[in-house]
């Protein structure tokens, strides 16, 4: 496995256990960033959907997908960029800008393995 493709599969791992606790026990992410209570429907539908990113992602790392590599750089970009817009805008707690610099920090991480790969 390339250092691209592990990287991604290490962020599917991520998005696994991320939308698993959104599924099945929302109330801890709820409580222990004090975001406001969501219907309770609502945020299992997101953490199905994180679970689905996760799948994508492990199965495009197995695959060598560098293409796809290259598209999450930009998209996990884009989730800070909008998450700082949602706090701006005041519809959203500060601490959301924590899990977008999760996803930056993982697109930064990716993109360098792709730069040092393209380099070999």
Do not use: N
Not at 41 to 51: A, E, F, Q
Request: net charge positive; aromatic share 18%; glycine share 6%.
């Amino acid at each position: 496995m390339s250092k691209s493709a592990r990287r991604v599969f290490i962020f599917s791992i991520y998005l696994f256990v991320l939308g698993a606790v959104l599924v099945f026990a929302p109330g801890i992410l709820i409580r222990l960033f004090k975001f406001p209570e969501p219907d309770s429907l609502w945020i299992r539908v997101v953490g199905m959907l994180v679970i689905i990113l996760g799948f994508y992602y492990s199965h495009a790392a197995h695959d060598e997908l560098r293409s796809f590599f290259g598209w999450t750089v930009i998209a996990r970009t884009a989730v800070l960029l909008f998450f700082i817009t949602f706090v701006l805008a005041g519809l959203a707690p500060p601490v959301l800008v924590l899990f977008g610099m999760i996803d930056f920090a993982a697109a930064v991480w990716t993109f360098l393995a792709l730069r040092s790969e393209a380099r070999i």
